[in-house]
């Protein structure tokens, strides 16, 4: 096994605070990625962050298949390195991780249990596309060089109006790549094109909070989700207005999470605390009555399920910005009636009202659905919606 020699920066704190280590996403520079967020966390944590072989200030040579387990023990040589440094000798830190720094905070929760008190991994997942896109990709660059992935990932890493609202932040990402040694990229494809993790998630146990960005394509928010629940102890955060490079796009948000994971260990105790993202969806759409007499009737043994529907679901389908909350509406009503699910149709029916759908635009959906998913469905369905549609006039009139 060949460890990459991994170098990184300062980015801002004393060497008296708790230490904060960063990752960056492939293609860019640590201090690009990291540096407005460290700023926000000067005053807490000494940060230091990373940089990925033939990126920023690591320019030792990277071998072709280089695996996430030789990547992992590169950054905690240098961590190591840091750590004596601070006079702590194989001690501990926190750590937040951008897309393949996230995988590599992952492999670290793995294969140095107790060296990671808590993690912030965002936009990662345990497992990215398949392994020949990768290997493909890695040819690519080590042919063409990273020049030729800036107009992809120029149209991937952000979520839409950022490059047009923050041009100087996007033009350093940017020149970080195209300044990045191809080999050293490859090798980092390399790394991803093995990487899969699934099976293992159980495994970590320190507190992770797992941010996902509405608009991220290469870590979308169901795998998120599912990173987040596989963990012993995890969270899902999801950003609405962020695609691949939280750091930069959501500084803010980023470092409220990171101070969260450095202070306690989570205990998701309400579904609140779970997903602020999905709970406010679930609000505006069920209505805060229905929420609270849910949230009442939790119990030890539904609440995971309470807290996987309310990530999933709201925080992750329902907030994708792809449908307005008509379509939605349309389409779920459909699919309740289609499966005989009557308990959540009349929900959802209530849903659609408060959605902006009319009673006529209702009952046009009723009968689609008759020809659709058949007229004893359909007959239900009416009796149902009937139902729904009077007590909500009823209300009204009070």
């Known amino acids: 096994m060949t460890v990459p020699t991994i170098a990184g920066a300062q980015l801002g704190g004393s060497t008296d605070l708790p230490l904060l280590v960063c990752g960056p996403s492939l293609g860019t520079s640590a201090t690009a990625l990291w540096s407005t967020t460290a700023e926000l966390l000067s005053n ?4 230091v962050a990373w940089d990925l072989p033939g990126h920023g ?3 030792g040579p990277a071998e072709a298949g280089l695996t996430m387990h030789e990547l992992a023990d590169g950054v905690l040589q240098f961590v190591d390195g840091v750590l004596s440094e601070r ?5 501990s830190f926190v ?3 951008d897309s393949v720094g996230g ?4 492999q670290l929760l793995l294969d140095h249990r107790g060296r990671v008190t808590g993690a912030v991994l965002a936009c990662t997942v345990p497992r990215f596309a398949d392994e020949s896109m990768w290997r493909e990709r890695a040819e690519k660059v080590r042919v063409s060089g990273t020049p030729v992935m800036v107009e992809g990932s120029a149209k991937r890493w952000f979520a839409p109006g950022f490059i047009e609202q923050h041009s100087d932040v996007v033009a350093a990402l940017l020149h970080s790549l195209q300044e990045a040694d191809r080999f050293g990229y490859a090798a980092v494809c390399d790394a991803l094109a093995t990487f899969d993790i699934r099976a293992q998630l159980g495994r970590i146990e320190a507190p992770v909070i797992a941010i996902a960005g509405a608009y991220d394509e290469a870590a979308p928010v169901a795998s998120m989700a599912a990173l987040a629940h596989g963990v012993a102890d995890g969270r899902l955060v999801i950003l609405d207005h962020v695609g691949h490079q939280a750091p930069v796009e959501a500084p803010e948000e980023v470092a409220r999470a990171i101070r969260e994971v450095a202070g306690k260990p989570l205990s998701p105790t309400t579904i609140a605390d779970r997903s602020e993202a999905g709970m ?3 609000r505006e759409v069920l209505g805060g009555a229905h929420v609270d007499r849910a949230n009442a009737g939790i119990t030890d043994f539904t609440r995971d399920f309470q807290a996987f529907i309310t990530d999933y679901a709201w925080g992750g389908i329902w907030a994708r910005p792809g449908l307005s909350r008509r379509e939605r509406s349309i389409a779920v009503l459909t699919a309740m009636i289609a499966r005989g699910h009557h308990d959540e149709l009349a929900m959802h029916v209530r849903a659609a009202l408060t959605n902006g759908l009319s009673v006529e635009e209702i009952k046009e959906v009723l009968l689609q659905s008759a020809i659709y998913c058949g007229v004893p469905d359909a007959n239900t369905a009416f009796r149902i919606a009937q139902r729904v549609l009077e007590e909500a006039s009823r ?3 009070e």
């Open 57 to 59: 200030y690591s320019h």
């Open 103 to 106: 995988a590599v905070g992952q």
């Open 280 to 282: 406010g969806v679930r």
């Open 87 to 91: 006079g702590e000798p194989s001690g």
């Open 44 to 47: 807490e944590f000494h940060v």
């Open 395 to 397: 209300a009204s009139d």
């Open 95 to 97: 750590y937040a991780g």
